[in-house]
Every structure is written in structure tokens, then in C-alpha cells.
């Protein structure tokens, strides 16, 4: 993630920089056909490197090493492919959001900055989050009373689902409660930000 991030932003922000998206329109094309050709560049690249991840840690027997091994034993090669769907659906809807941001700033400086802020910042969130679910389940296991326990828990579980940083940590922690709802969210944000960012494009100054 902290790779895509600057590595998308630097990309996209380059196009402002040098008139390269006011060249795209001048030829002929137009602003709704500019912004969804960067956003299909933007989440090929980030799943592709995703897939290589996988694919080098795969090589490297990585997944051994760090203890996982005797989960991988046990679920079927099906579960593995749902995962591997779900982590790189999210990826996309990461890149979705990043182009939404780069939109937003059309600065290539301000922009890798920002998706770096935007990363760790989502980082930090569901860190937070899985500490508080974990908080909570041991109050509901007996251990200690926890008011709104079940409320609380679904809004910080929901919240892990919508983020596509959260739903890529539970798939790397091969714990993912909520698997059938993910990707679902994962098309919502892609939506919603691919919407957001074409109406903000559209009125953009590209001067």
C-alpha cells in the first residue's frame, strides 16, 4: 500500500503537470473517458503489483514463515481464491479513491503526499478498530460488562468492511467475519468515488 500509494499519485499528478489530460481533450476525447482510462490504468497497476506480491510470496514460502501455515492446511483451495477476489477487489476500490484524491488536488507533490497521509491514516483506523472489536468481544465473552457491546461492535466490524485498507488487513490475517458483504463494499466505493471524481473533473480547470 504505502508503494501504490505515491507511486499512483506521481503518475496521475504528472498529467497535470505536464497538460497531458488538456492534450487528451484538445485531440478529441472526452473529460468522462480521460478520468475512466486513468482510473482503468490506476487499478490495473495496483492489482497487478498485488498479483506479483502474491506470486513472489507464494515462490518465497512466505506465508510459512510467518505462521500462517497451519490455516492454509486447513481451508480449501476455493477459500483461498474468494480471499485472493476480495483482497484484490479492495485494491481496486483503494485506486479508485486515490485517483478520486489525485482529482481532488491535481498536484503531483500534494497528492502523493496526501495518499501517504491517507494511508497511514487508514492504518492507524483499523488498528484502532481491531483493538476496540477485540475490547468488546472479551467484554461479551464474560470478562467485563461493555455497554452498547453489540452496537458498537457492528459499527467498528462495518467500518473495517468499508475501508478497503480494513477488509486487506483482515484477508492478510485470514480472519474475515463478514467475507460475503466485502465485496460488495468494495463496489459501492468504487462507485461512489468514481462518481464523485467525474463530477469534480468535469468542472475542473485544466488551464
Known amino acids: 500500500t504505502l508503494i501504490v500509494a505515491p507511486l499512483l499519485s506521481v503518475h496521475l499528478g ?12 484538445i ?3 472526452t473529460r468522462t473517458e480521460v478520468y475512466l482510462a486513468d482510473l482503468l490504468s490506476c487499478v490495473l497497476t495496483a492489482v497487478t503489483l498485488d498479483v506479483l506480491y502474491l506470486a513472489l510470496a507464494g515462490i518465497l514460502c ?9 490455516v492454509l492446511l486447513r481451508v480449501s483451495p476455493g477459500q483461498m481464491l ?22 481532488a488536488l491535481g498536484n503531483r ?4 503526499i496526501a495518499a501517504l497521509l491517507l494511508v497511514v491514516g487508514a492504518t492507524l483506523l483499523c488498528a484502532s478498530a481491531f483493538s476496540e472489536i ?6 461479551l465473552a464474560g470478562a467485563y460488562p461493555v455497554e452498547n457491546a453489540e452496537a458498537r461492535l457492528a459499527f467498528w466490524h462495518t467500518l473495517m468492511d468499508v475501508l478497503p485498507t480494513g477488509q486487506y488487513i483482515q484477508v492478510s490475517r485470514l480472519d474475515t467475519p463478514n467475507l460475503s458483504r466485502m465485496p460488495l463494499l468494495s463496489l459501492a466505493v468504487i462507485a461512489a468515488s468514481t462518481c464523485a471524481g467525474l463530477l469534480l473533473f468535469r468542472r475542473k480547470d485544466l488551464k
Do not use: C, Q
Not at 474468494?82 to 482529482?103: E, M, N, P
Not at 507533490?109 to 502523493?112: E, G, I, M, Q, V
Not at 477485540?134 to 467484554?139: D, K, N, P, S
Open 82 to 103: 474468494v480471499w485472493v477476489a476480495v483482497a484484490l477487489l479492495a485494491r481496486a476500490a483503494y485506486a479508485a479513491l486515490v485517483k478520486l484524491l489525485v482529482t
Open 27 to 29: 485531440v478529441g476525447h
Open 109 to 112: 507533490t500534494a497528492a502523493s
Open 134 to 139: 477485540a475490547h468488546i468481544e472479551r467484554g
Open 14 to 25: 504528472a498529467d497535470y503537470s505536464d497538460n497531458t489530460l488538456r492534450n487528451k481533450l
Open 62 to 70: 512466505i506465508y510459512p514463515v510467518l505462521g500462517m501455515s497451519g
